[in-house]
């Protein structure tokens, strides 16, 4: 039997909030365990409640009454160091995407994605990849393209670390990786491994996101 996902929502707006409700309770791995219309409301029960389940995946949306998804994101990594944050917004703003990816969220998707994407998203993090966008991925890497930063180190990611942090960007989990390059999937789990410690970050959409602004990739580069 596999294990059961238990997702908390952070989402203010109801009908929004009922849809991926529904959407949820036909997925048979997966529970919504907890729903709040505010991140201060959540934050409060992480801090008080001693019985509070902790979520495996926090579907987080930006533009929430109070205290904002972007501020409230680094929170949540404090106290749930261990669980997968899915921002879920409307905002195609840069500086947002790379803001939350850089803050620790292992996903970016737009309220426009499908219910089905959004639960193949949840599946995804919580296999080790990373929920983007088909064209939050394409976004990423072509605005940062347009405006490429000098290089701060060289050699930091060698040929082939740079060539599976690319496929990780793309959204590929590190089976599909593994199956693309023709090598093993613990191969390339060490290869991950040397990347997020080279690059200091904990999931793929970060990795990508500080190899662009370091220089590591060459705005000619394909996504």
């Known amino acids: 039997m596999n294990k059961i996902i238990r997702v ?3 989402e203010d707006h109801p009908e929004y909030r009922e849809g991926i409700i529904l959407a949820l309770e036909t997925e048979e791995d997966i ?3 907890h729903a709040f219309g505010t991140a201060e409301a959540a934050l409060h029960k992480l801090q008080y409640q001693r019985d509070f389940k902790k979520p495996d995946v926090i579907l987080l949306d930006l533009n929430l009454p ?3 998804g972007i501020e409230a994101l680094p929170w949540f990594k404090e106290y749930l160091s261990k669980t997968k944050i899915i921002v879920l917004t409307q905002s195609e703003n840069e500086i947002d995407v790379l803001t939350a990816i850089s803050a ?3 996903g970016y998707l737009l309220k426009s994605a499908t219910l089905d994407q959004i639960t193949d998203g949840i599946h995804t993090v919580m296999n080790g990849g990373a929920s983007l966008n088909p064209s939050m991925a394409t976004f990423i890497l072509e605005k940062m393209k347009k405006n490429p930063p000098k290089p701060q180190f ?4 060698t040929e082939r670390e740079q060539e599976i942090l690319t496929l990780l960007g793309e959204g590929l989990e590190k089976k599909q990786i593994s199956d693309k390059l023709g090598i093993s999937t613990a191969t390339v789990a060490t290869h991950v491994a040397h990347i997020y410690k080279k690059l200091q970050v904990q999931n793929a959409p970060a990795a990508v996101a500080k190899a662009f602004r370091m220089g590591i990739f060459s705005p000619d580069e394909k996504a």
């Open 8 to 10: 908390m929502m952070v």
């Open 31 to 33: 529970e919504l365990a």
């Open 66 to 68: 109070g205290m904002g």
């Open 104 to 106: 620790g969220a292992s």
């Open 154 to 157: 060289e050699a930091v990611l």
